[in-house]
């Protein structure tokens, strides 16, 4: 008998709940990732995305193999492929860590189909500091404004601390079939769009704990006073690693507040990853649907394909927002300020509706996260929860002024831009955005 360890957005070793717990059975385990593009509520991964998940995967079989213990890899339905794998494996258990978007429903279903053939499942507290059903209003319900839902997360008993590597891990005595990674053709090819990602970033556990000291180290001091600086490189990065679970947030949690500094700023970032995740556990399909329902009505522009096109390639005219447009473009980044204000450009003045401009990030993103993402989109365009008052509408030119008065990060990212003629006027298509929003005010 043996066990399975169901890997998913969690692509680690240390503070893994479920593989410490199958790492104890002296039968062996069995490590498993299944690439499941299919089922219902799964969202199929971008292109930046699956380029990472392919260098991540690689980086935990490297690490599963110094313990001796493959890395099992099936593609297709997770609710056919876990049952099928736990009997060839001969499994006495089937261990994961918990999903709480709509995948959870996915899991809630393999559990009851494991346990009505036998095999008993243990679930373990996934990627997040609270459990959502642990945060709630006094009339029990979700939070919609971030600084309540912050105030009653730091109230709760402090997160446990993370778990150690296993000192130990034994394989499994079954073997059992796994694809090979590269049939899976994660990666781009011709043309290879990834080289400036790859020249950005190295994925894996190990280069996500060097971020983490590196940014405590040498950033954490000027974080309060620089992030919104794109050129300032105060931020943490660590968002792609939290993203796939190559780090724990209580890793960065504990770590952070053992480093004696005043982290409570860099902290309340993770509060925002956090608010993301209990919102996408209270709203299903966040992608699709805006929290405020007013939102269905916005008359977006319809014939906006030009301008969308220009805002994808970074030619607007706006230094700021073609800066971000291409860094994201060339290294799967962008910084949070400039994300703002990219973002906020397309909804209010080009007036496309937000979910296009979610759709480009879900897929040039390396840190593109069906929470965090969709979330994000939904507070700048005025829909979603802690959303902006609809006349905040960041203006590129003054955001440029304040946070790169330098031209550091506009001069290196996109030098040609302000000798392009502006795609929109900012004072008319302002005024056209703000009319919009009253036209919707009305009919509600
Ligand atoms: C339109 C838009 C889309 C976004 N899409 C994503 C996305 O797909 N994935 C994603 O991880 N973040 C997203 N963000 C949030 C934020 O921009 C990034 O998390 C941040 O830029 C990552 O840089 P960092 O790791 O240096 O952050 P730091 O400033 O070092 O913050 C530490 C961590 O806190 C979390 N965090 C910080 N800000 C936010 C936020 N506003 N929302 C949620 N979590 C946050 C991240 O995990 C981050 O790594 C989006 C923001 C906007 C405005």
New binding site residues.
Partial sequence: MTSVVWFRDDLRLTDHAALSAAAQDPDGCVALYVLDEESEGVRPLGGAARWWLHESLVRLADALASYGVPLVLRRGNAETIVPAVAKEAGANGVFWNRRYGAERHIDARIKTALRESGTPVRSFPGSVLFEPWTISTQAGGPYRVYSAFWRACLAMPAPAAPLPQPESIHASRVPVHSDHLDSWALQPSSPNWATGIAQRWTPGEDEGVRRLVR?LDEAATR?VDQ?DRPSAD??????????WGEIS?RT?WQRALASGMDVGK?LS????????RHTAYHHAALHLHGLNQQFDQFPWNQDASEDIAAWRSGETGFPLVDAGMRELWQTG?????V??V??SFITKNLLVDWRI??AW??DT?V???????????Q??AGCGADAAPYFRIFNPVTQQERFDPEGDYTNRWAPDSASRSPLVDLRSSRARALSAYEEIKARA
């Avoid at 105060?234 to 993203?243: D, K, N, Q």
């Avoid at 980044?333 to 300020?337: A, E, G, K, S, Y």
């Fill in positions: 940014f974080y992030r105060v931020g943490s990065e660590l968002s792609p690693y939290l993203r947030p960065v860099f970032e993770l509060g925002w990853r956090e608010f993301a980044f962008m910084h949070n300020r994300r703002m990219t973002a401009g979610e990030f879900w993103l840190d593109a996260d069906a929470a965090s993402n969709p979330f994000n989109w507070w700048v």
